[in-house]
């Protein structure tokens, strides 16, 4: 069904295709209109075929108000992107010469040569509107037809930031104004599965224009929160008494809200309470170590950081005995909480947390199974330690580990 305020994204690029290709200018598209009160509904990818093309604006032209095209618009035979918008359209390719002009001047500007493929770039749809490209070669284009407006990009990413920021986006303020009050948000949670999380929330799925969305991820579980009103004092109303609703639930589950990261949690609670931190990592290979320092300041709490993946490791540096190594095995309780002690002592820290568990693939026995972690944490006032379990791949336990040792500090600094 077609609204007024609804928008669609269309990548195109046969490249977007492969296994292993991302599309990241799609979910700056969706922002910049998310701001403007426009919510996009779909958002496909097409390779470098013209019918295909043709055929996925077709289709959004049945559903929605605004088309967003990325790529295509380069001079070689599979950028068609232009053809295809004027075959949808059922308009003529028309050669501008103005444009013609300044892609040739900008060819002499940077001492390129200018070839007749490059001409290809100043054909467009009949009654476009162009829209300038400062940073590269390509100009795109708006079309409108009826309800439709068609707005064509590069799929260089640079290039069409520039473009939105400069023309489009006051294109369509122009134009339409704000579509909706609109108001989006994320909340962090980790210690529940997305399982649990969706079964604390269920009934609030439902509520009348409101959107929940559910992300299991190595970091926790991301709740994205989308509502829409008609008054802007509406929407403040249900947007506080979803806030309180939602935190009242989920309580110390969540510790972070939209881009914050647990690392940046962590950190500002060590920074407050002015304690200093050193982390022992086995499982983790570091990765608790690498997400702290990636925090602009982080030398005024975090201290250290030892990878003692091998039994050796542990025992000279962090003075983790051999007999309790080869008593309880290097992934017990006991050895996590010499490993946390010891790294707390040697460095002088007022917190050490320690991680030693069995990544996989192999190395699990019946009694250890692979996924097996156990977390230790020792303070002035004691010692602390948890277990877990991740069936899931190395890179994933791995980012799992370092979260939950994080999220283990978090709690304690927290009740401190």
């Not at 649990?196 to 409101?210: A, G, H």
């Not at 947390?353 to 977390?375: C, N, R």
């Amino acid at each position: 069904m077609r609204t007024n305020h609804s928008a669609e994204i269309i990548a195109i690029g046969s490249e977007l295709l492969l296994p292993d290709a991302t599309e990241s200018n799609s979910s700056f598209i969706s922002k910049v209109l998310f701001s403007l009160g426009i919510l996009v509904r779909f958002k496909t990818v097409v390779g470098d075929l013209e019918s295909d093309i043709v055929q996925s604006i077709q289709t959004a032209q049945k559903r929605s108000k605004w088309i967003f095209l990325t790529g295509g618009l380069g001079p070689t035979e599979d950028d068609v992107t232009r053809p295809a918008v004027a075959d949808a359209f059922g308009r003529p390719l028309i050669l501008n010469k103005k444009i013609l002009g300044e892609i040739k001047k900008k060819f002499v500007n940077r001492r390129r040569g200018f070839l007749k493929i490059h001409e290809r770039q100043a054909w467009f749809p009949g009654k476009s509107f162009i829209i300038p490209n400062k940073h590269g070669i390509a100009p795109g284009f708006i079309v409108t037809e009826k309800e439709t407006v068609l707005v064509s990009l590069p799929g260089v990413p640079a290039e069409m930031r520039q473009m939105i920021a400069a023309t489009v986006f006051p294109f369509i303020f122009k134009t339409g104004g704000r579509q909706e009050n609109l108001f989006f948000k994320k909340y962090k949670t980790f210690g529940l599965p997305e399982s649990s999380i969706n079964e604390s929330l269920k009934d609030l799925m439902i509520t009348r224009n409101v959107i929940f969305g559910l992300l299991a991820k190595g970091t926790g579980v991301e709740i994205s929160l989308m509502m829409k009103e008609k008054t802007k004092q509406a929407l403040d109303k249900k947007r506080k008494e979803m806030d309180k609703e939602i935190k009242n639930r989920l309580k110390n589950l969540i510790y972070g809200e939209d881009d914050q990261t647990l690392e940046e949690v962590v950190g500002q609670q060590l920074k407050m309470r002015k304690k200093t931190l050193s982390v022992a990592e086995s499982c983790t290979g570091g990765l608790i170590g690498h997400r702290m320092t990636n925090i602009a300041g982080s030398s005024a709490y975090f201290n250290n950081s030892a990878i003692t993946y091998s039994n050796i490791a542990k025992i000279k540096q962090l003075g983790v005995s051999p007999l309790l190594i080869k008593k309880y095995g290097a992934v017990s309780p006991k050895v996590a909480l010499a490993m946390a002690e010891g790294i707390r002592k040697t460095t002088r820290s007022d917190i050490g947390v320690a991680v030693t568990g069995i990544a996989g693939p192999g190395g699990g026995t019946p009694k250890k199974p692979v996924g097996l972690v156990y977390f230790g944490l020792s303070d002035q006032k004691g010692l602390f330690w948890e277990e877990a379990r991740y069936i899931v791949d190395r890179e994933t336990f791995k980012w799992l580990a370092s979260s939950n040792a994080l999220n283990m500090l978090r709690l304690r600094l927290m009740n401190t």
